[in-house]
């Protein structure tokens, strides 16, 4: 029980110091450099602007539905997004759990729920609905769909539009 709360508290401390920062008045904010270290070019063109403040990632995301959700679903997250009901991102690297989820362009590494979907997925969509544009990886759902695809997808259903199959039940593959 003590850890819940210590757990609400951070997460209640760390949204309101967001909420602050992003309503904060007139004048410029920098960032120290010495915050951020990730390289400029692993980030890409990976950038959110909100006002007077440019943000790149966020390590935490949750949501309730879009667009109840901290951070705003424009940014990209690099680490856990947690959706109650509907998610969506911009870009994802890392755990992303729901009952739908939704990454608008890239998503690298595992989306868990009832019906996710991706721009491009390179990792591992588990769930009862996976839908993506362009698959590096694997999808294990009932019904599985990619457009293009460089792995494997488990299923009831398995569609990969192109292919000269374009439907497989089972298991169903492209390299």
């Known amino acids: 029980m003590r850890n819940r709360g210590l757990l609400s508290l951070g997460l209640a401390l760390c949204c309101a110091g967001m909420l602050s920062a992003a309503s904060a008045g007139a004048g410029t904010i920098t960032r120290n450099p010495a915050v951020t270290s990730v390289p400029r070019s692993e980030l890409g063109d990976a950038t959110a602007s909100h006002g007077l ?3 790149e990632w966020t390590p935490l995301c949750v949501s309730l539905i879009t667009p109840v959700e901290l951070p705003p679903g424009d940014w990209d997250v690099r680490g856990l997004r947690m959706s109650l009901l509907y ?3 911009s870009r994802l690297k890392g755990l992303d759990v729901g009952l739908m989820n939704n ?7 595992l989306q868990i ?15 009862l609905i996976n839908s993506v544009v362009e698959l590096k990886g694997m999808q294990i759902g009932l019904v599985n769909y990619a457009h293009v695809a460089y792995g494997l997808q488990i299923g009831l259903v398995n ?3 192109e292919t000269s199959w374009g439907f497989c039940p089972i298991v169903f593959g492209s390299f």
């Not at 990454?103 to 590494?109: A, C, H, I, P, W």
């Not at 729920?113 to 769930?127: H, S």
């Open 53 to 55: 403040m440019t943000w």
């Open 103 to 109: 990454v608008k362009e890239t998503m690298y590494g």
């Open 87 to 89: 998610g969506s991102c």
């Open 159 to 161: 569609i990969i539009s």
């Open 113 to 127: 729920g009832g019906i996710n979907m991706a721009g491009y997925a390179g990792g591992l969509q588990f769930g």
